[in-house]
């Protein structure tokens, strides 16, 4: 136990007025039972019932608690995002506020980054009290995003997980707008680890997931981690080609041996020629707009765990610098 350590746990919260009383004890009592230095930050992502006052109320009474308030709804992620930018432990875990993720956790996932890993994330088991809909398309989603991402995403996590603070310095620095935190969190690397658990029901309220925010969800997933829809039609577009191709020759060599090429056949072969030239082209220009998407992500070519022998720098500092300091010597010569 070092004194000097302290945690920061983050949890978003929207409209969770049913649960936030036994949320705040809960993870209370987990955190005083460590014995370090700890501070709670809500993040209330523009709660329309009492979430906010009730909160406020914890953070006059208690240091530990410490609210940020949104001005309106800006999503789960964004959330999520806010409360590592404000939080100064040495170790931040984000969990959510319905006690679906049990707090009872966060010891065995201290254990663990005191064993020297980076990122400890919690592995759902079973899920208890989802519908049957819910549990068939999150666990058909993390396959297909696991199978289409460039990045080894781990499958069944969502983003109860604990992060050592350069993990979060890191993801600050990426700036990209529709973040999908836990495909991030597999992006940056460092060493990473897991710790299984049941997913209980939630305590109480109503899931802030309807099916609008978990098709957002799952396609800025899809997008920010894969270029593979983007090759699909190029893929479509050349196997038609081929295929017009081939029925061209077949039909030319029949016309060669008394049999017709007749006006129909024209047609067809003319058809899938041009639409698998037209699919082509545009998964051609499909190629360009997914590299230059990777260019707008401006996400660093590469992070750092540690050198030897040498001092870290971080790479985007070190271009963007050198950009500016190119854009003063035009500036000097005008
Ligand atoms: N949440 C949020 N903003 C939203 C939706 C949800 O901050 O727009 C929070 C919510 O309060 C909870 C967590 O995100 O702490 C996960 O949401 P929920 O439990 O409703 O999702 P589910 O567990 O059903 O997937
Ligand atoms: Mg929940």
Redesign the pocket.
Known sequence: MNPETTYSIV??????EAVIHDTCRALKAVMDGIGERYELIF?N?GSRDRTSEILQGYARQDDHVKLIDFSR?F??QI?ITAGMDYASGDAVVVI???L?DPPALIPRMIAKWREGYDVVYAKRTTRKGETAFKRWTAHAFYRLLRAAADVDITVDTGDFRLLDRKVCEELRRLPEKNRYVRGLVSWVGFRQTSVEYVRDE?LAGE???PLR?MLKLSLDGMTSFSSKPLKLSTTGGVALMAAGVFYGLVRTGAAAFGGDFSGWQTVIFLQLLLTGFLLASIGMAGEYIGRIYDEAKGRPLYIVRKCYGLTERSSAAERSGRGRWRGVKFIRKI
Do not use: I
Request: no cysteine.
């Open positions: 949890v978003p919260v929207y409209n969770e993040v992502d709804n999503g789960h959330a959510d506020a319905d679906q939630r899931t802030q997931y925010k």
